[in-house]
C-alpha cells in the first residue's frame, strides 16, 4: 500500500498569502495524484487531477505540481473561501490511498 | 446537471448488516467508473471500494475484502454497497462518488451516515 503524507497539518496563512502545501507518496504514484478540497460539513470537491491539472471551474489561484513522490499544491492568493482541509489522493494502483489531510486556517 | 443520492445508511448493531444506496442522474452512469469513500467522525477519506463502467470489475479496501461488496445496475442508474459482519469502526460518514477519469473523482453525493453500535 501506498501511504500518502501530508505536511503541514495544519496551516496558518492570511487572506492574501500564498499557501504551500505538500504531498509525499512512499513511492512512485507518476503523476496519477489528485487534490480535493473540503469544507465543513460539506462534501470534497476536486481541485486538481493528474498532478497539474485544474478541474473544471477551479480558479487559476490553485496550482498543482510535482511528479513521482513529491507534490505541491499553492494557492497563490488565499480568498476566506479558500480556508478549508486539503486532501492529497494517488490513484497509481490499488489500494488508493488518501492523505492525512491539511488544515489552511486563518492566521 | 449530475447527481448523487445516497441512502441506507442507519444505526446497526455490531455483527449486523446495511445495504448502502447510491442513484444517478445527470451523466451516462454506465461509462464511468464509480467507489464508495468514508469519512469516520472528525477523520480523514478513506476509499473503500471501486467498480468499473461496464466490465464490472471490482476493488475492495483490505480493511472491508469479504465484509463489504460494491456492485452497479447501470439500468436503473444506481451503485450498491452490500455490508456485513459490521464493526465498530465502519462507523462513517460513506460517499458515493463518480470518477473523472482512471479513479479520481469529480462529483461526490451529500454522503449518508452509518454507526454501528449496540
Known amino acids: 500500500e501506498i501511504v500518502m503524507t501530508q505536511s503541514p497539518a495544519t496551516l496558518s496563512v492570511s487572506p492574501g498569502e500564498r499557501a504551500t502545501l505538500s504531498c509525499r507518496a512512499s513511492?512512485?504514484?507518476?503523476?496519477?495524484l489528485a487534490w480535493y478540497q473540503q469544507k465543513p460539513r460539506q462534501t470534497p470537491r476536486l481541485l486538481i487531477y493528474?498532478?497539474?491539472t485544474r478541474a473544471t471551474g477551479i480558479p487559476a489561484r490553485f496550482n498543482g505540481s510535482g511528479s513521482g513522490t513529491e507534490f505541491t499544491l499553492t494557492i497563490s492568493s488565499l480568498q476566506s473561501e479558500d480556508f478549508a482541509v486539503y486532501y492529497c489522493?494517488?490513484?497509481?494502483?490499488?489500494?488508493?490511498?488518501f492523505g492525512g489531510g491539511t488544515k489552511v486556517e486563518i492566521k | 446537471e449530475v447527481q448523487l443520492l445516497e441512502s441506507g445508511g442507519g444505526l446497526v448493531q455490531p455483527g449486523g448488516s446495511l445495504r448502502l444506496s447510491c442513484a444517478a442522474s445527470?451523466?451516462?452512469?454506465?461509462?464511468?467508473?464509480m467507489s464508495w469513500v468514508r469519512q469516520a467522525p472528525g477523520k480523514g477519506l478513506e476509499w473503500v471500494s471501486s467498480?468499473?463502467?461496464?466490465?464490472?470489475?471490482?476493488k475492495y479496501a483490505d480493511s472491508v475484502k469479504g465484509r463489504f461488496t460494491i456492485s452497479r445496475d447501470n439500468s436503473k442508474n444506481t451503485l450498491y454497497m452490500q455490508m456485513n459482519s459490521l464493526r465498530a469502526e465502519d462507523t462513517a460518514v460513506y460517499y458515493c462518488?463518480?470518477?473523472?477519469?482512471?479513479?479520481?473523482?469529480?462529483?461526490w453525493g451529500q454522503g449518508t451516515l452509518v454507526t454501528v453500535s449496540s
Open positions: 513511492q512512485s504514484v507518476s503523476s496519477n
Open positions: 462518488a463518480k470518477s473523472r477519469d482512471a479513479y479520481n473523482y469529480d462529483y
Open positions: 493528474g498532478a497539474s
Open positions: 467498480i468499473s463502467g461496464r466490465t464490472v470489475s471490482t
Open positions: 445527470g451523466f451516462t452512469f454506465s461509462s464511468y467508473a
Open positions: 489522493q494517488h490513484y497509481n494502483n490499488w489500494p488508493l490511498t
